[in-house]
């Protein structure tokens, strides 16, 4: 499993993906699941992926393939709106699981994969979306400005409660960061290291990019202040005024 998790705001874009993809008693393995496709003053694309690995790997080299060999096809990098780059994601991995989904069900495999698309392209506004595991998508709107995909609940309540598209950028990427370390603290199959990408509006670059590691400062004290926070307003609640001592 995994947790990726994006926003959409007035000032431009958070993404932020973990690394794990199983995890056990006696086993962890870390991929990346961000896939960065980029053209300086042009376009700057980020996709995230979740579910089957070979199905999410599969989606994305294709993906790639594609993009190398222009000519043939319309790729991530010569579309004309994002629009159609989530049309091409969609058809991939359709593509990939009518090729491969047989057999992986033969073995009882779950060959489901989603992937959250976003960026911008030069002449259109940035925009975001969630495609599933058909192909189908959906967009993300300033009332719904982001997406989560993987091992989503845990990290859900403390978005909500405090992204808004007005919302600043760095304030988005710690609230998304406190996200993962509330869903890390809860699942073990989601964790160390984390991919975070930082886009502004308009810019047509890439920004700020992070690989958060064990060693982070940052991301450690964001884990103890977040955790120690949280008990202190806790104690801080009053009880209820029930009397508890009478059955009912």
């Not at 992926?49 to 991530?76: C, E, M, W, Y």
């Not at 992986?104 to 959250?116: G, K, P, R, T």
């Not at 007005?166 to 984390?194: H, Q, W, Y």
């Amino acid at each position: 499993m995994t947790y990726c998790a994006a926003v959409m705001l007035d000032a431009g874009m958070v993404f932020a993906s973990d690394s794990r993809t199983n995890a056990g008693v006696d086993h962890v393995s870390s991929y990346r699941k961000m896939h960065l496709f980029a053209a300086d003053g042009e376009r700057v694309i980020v996709i995230l992926s979740s579910g089957n690995l070979s199905v999410t790997q599969s989606t994305i080299s294709l993906l790639d393939q594609h993009a190398r060999n222009p000519d043939s096809h319309k790729t991530v990098m010569n579309a004309a709106s994002m629009y159609e780059v989530a049309e091409l994601v969609g058809a991939s991995v359709r593509e990939v699981r009518q090729r491969d989904g047989p057999y992986l069900q033969q073995s009882n495999v779950d060959a489901s994969a989603s992937f959250i698309i976003g960026g911008q392209i030069r002449g259109e506004q940035q925009r975001l979306f969630n495609l599933y595991t058909e192909g189908n998508f959906i967009e993300a709107t300033r009332e719904t400005p982001y997406f989560q995909i993987g091992e989503s609940k845990y990290g859900k309540p403390v978005i909500d409660r405090v992204v808004k598209a007005g919302t600043g950028l760095l304030e988005a990427t710690k609230c998304v960061l406190v996200s993962f370390d509330s869903t890390m603290r809860s699942n073990i199959s989601v964790g160390l290291p984390i991919d975070l990408l930082i886009y502004t509006r308009n810019s047509l670059r890439v920004g700020f990019q992070r690989h958060i590691d064990e060693d982070d400062a940052y991301f450690e004290m964001i884990h103890n202040q977040w955790g120690e926070g949280l008990r202190k307003v806790f104690a801080q609640l009053p009880n209820p005024d029930w009397d508890v001592s009478t059955p009912a």
